[in-house]
């Protein structure tokens, strides 16, 4: 059935794209399900001919919605290693139009273990209302999400003039080794007013979200030396505490008694408009029963606005080398997660002078810095594509849509920001909270997959016809 498109000179009509989206919904299922079949990991030990397979079914797509200029491409990493194929497809926007990035990543998570799925983790099988498969979520559905909008665009308003950019990454799941060697090397190609990720997660099924925040990062390794060499614990223990009980004290003072971190000078919010619900945190986490959780304030803020600090690596020696006697050094490595807005570099910073600064009896204790990664913010009330975004999502969902943060990064996220500095980014997802993304049976839900589409096929039309309305 041929639909009336809709005029570019009037409103975007709602119920034309949402039928659009409807009677083309059977092909979009199909799209993602054959995509899902092919076990596109980018990692080392997998078979990499997969990945060139997916992008070139990713290219395919791409070309079957009115792209004309398609590229399967590759950067090095820093390493000078050739990185893992992307596919960059382009529509150039008429004169006085926007251009429009979609990003979405065709590499998938390794399926672990095979006996933990209920069913073959590349034979994606429907069951209820949820499509399960490894990569059925993350980020397969992402990659399909922007061609079928694409598809809806073209067959709502032909002639839309909007600049289309597609770029699907072949490694995000192997850690984006050369997404910044890729983006400068197509600065050009990828230039956008608006940046589209589809790489996260809706707050609940029938709650869409747009993701405002991401915390930022810093990781580093403290040692502490206290002896020149071991000695014998009945000799020597007593006037000697060595230096496994001094990293006991090193890391108890990064907490204080309720759990907050305790480290001087580190951002802290309470912005967060939703909130997680106790139970279900402990039954999604598994925190043994009656466990206390740590901190103040709401889970979300804890989770999302607030600075989390681990102890993730212990050098010392094992129980079963264990002798009697003083161990004279110890390594650590701390990971810390910042606040939104929270310089990490500072953050990093304030760390180390809480380490060196500690009384731990004149033993020699450094700290080194090995990780930082920047934290993502957007005001949405303020930022005019983030208001239409959630008009977009109001309008596909008939519910009002909440701003998540994620307690994670995306560190990519700030190559975009640094390279496009007043480029629009809208980081949206075709997930839900049950999706288990990179666990066993991980799944989509398939209405909410379909209500998805029709936002972003809303936010194509509404550029197309108003831009941001700037
Ligand atoms: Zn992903």
Redesign the pocket.
């Known amino acids: 059935m041929a639909l009336n498109p809709v005029n570019p000179d009037t409103t975007v009509d709602i119920d034309a794209i949402r039928q659009i989206v409807s009677q083309n919904f059977p092909e979009s299922l199909d799209q993602l399900i054959a995509l899902a079949r092919i076990p596109s990991v980018a990692w080392e030990s997998f078979d990499a001919s997969k990945v060139q397979e997916s992008a070139e079914a990713v290219a395919a797509l791409a070309k079957s919605v009115g792209f004309d200029d398609v590229r399967i491409a590759t950067a090095p990493t820093d390493e000078g290693k050739q990185g893992y194929p992307a596919v960059l497809a382009r529509k150039p926007a008429a004169e006085g139009k926007p251009t429009i990035l979609l990003y979405?990543?065709h590499d998938v998570q390794p399926p672990g273990d095979r006996a933990l799925w209920d069913s073959e983790p590349f034979e994606p099988e429907l069951r209820g209302d949820r499509l399960f498969g490894r990569g059925a979520a993350?980020?397969k559905a992402?990659v399909i999400a922007h061609i079928s909008a694409v598809r809806a665009l073209e067959v709502a308003m032909p002639g839309h003039g909007l600049g289309i950019s597609l770029f699907i990454e072949g490694e995000?799941?192997a850690g984006s080794p050369s997404f910044r060697n890729f983006l400068e090397e197509n600065r050009a190609d990828l230039a956008a007013d608006v940046i589209v990720v589809a790489?996260s997660a809706n707050w609940a099924v029938g709650t869409p979200a747009l993701t405002t925040s991401l915390r930022g990062m810093v990781a580093g390794e403290f040692e502490i030396r206290v002896l020149e060499h071991a000695v014998h614990s009945g000799m020597f223990g007593g006037p000697v505490l060595d230096a496994p009980l001094l990293a006991a004290r090193l890391v108890a003072s990064l907490h204080d008694d309720d759990g907050n971190v305790a480290i001087k000078g580190l951002l802290s919010k309470e912005e967060a408009d939703v909130d997680y619900d106790d139970a279900q945190f402990r039954s999604d986490s598994s925190v043994v029963s009656g466990y206390q959780l740590a901190g103040t304030g709401k889970l979300t803020d804890r989770l999302w606005n607030k600075p989390a600090i681990s102890l993730i690596g212990l050098d010392m020696v094992s129980v079963a080398e264990s002798a009697n006697a003083l161990i004279p050094s110890i390594r650590g490595k701390l990971s810390m997660r910042l606040a939104p807005g929270q310089d990490a570099a500072a953050a990093g910073a304030a760390l180390k002078k809480h380490i060196e600064s500690l009384d731990l009896r004149g033993a020699h204790v450094s700290f080194k810095l090995t990780e930082e990664g920047s934290s993502y913010f957007q005001d949405a009330e303020n930022d005019a594509a983030a208001r239409l975004m959630n008009d977009c999502l109001r309008d596909a969902w008939g519910t009002e849509p909440v701003n998540t943060g994620i307690g994670g990064s995306i560190p990519f996220i700030a190559d975009l920001k640094e390279l496009y500095p007043s480029a629009h980014i809208l980081i949206t997802g075709v997930e839900d909270p049950d999706s288990r993304?990179h666990s066993a049976n991980e799944s989509l839900h398939v209405p909410e997959f379909e209500k998805a589409i029709v936002a972003e096929s809303l936010l194509l039309a509404r550029l197309a016809n108003n831009g941001l309305g700037e």
């Open positions: 979405a990543h993350d980020d992402g995000e799941e790489d993304a």
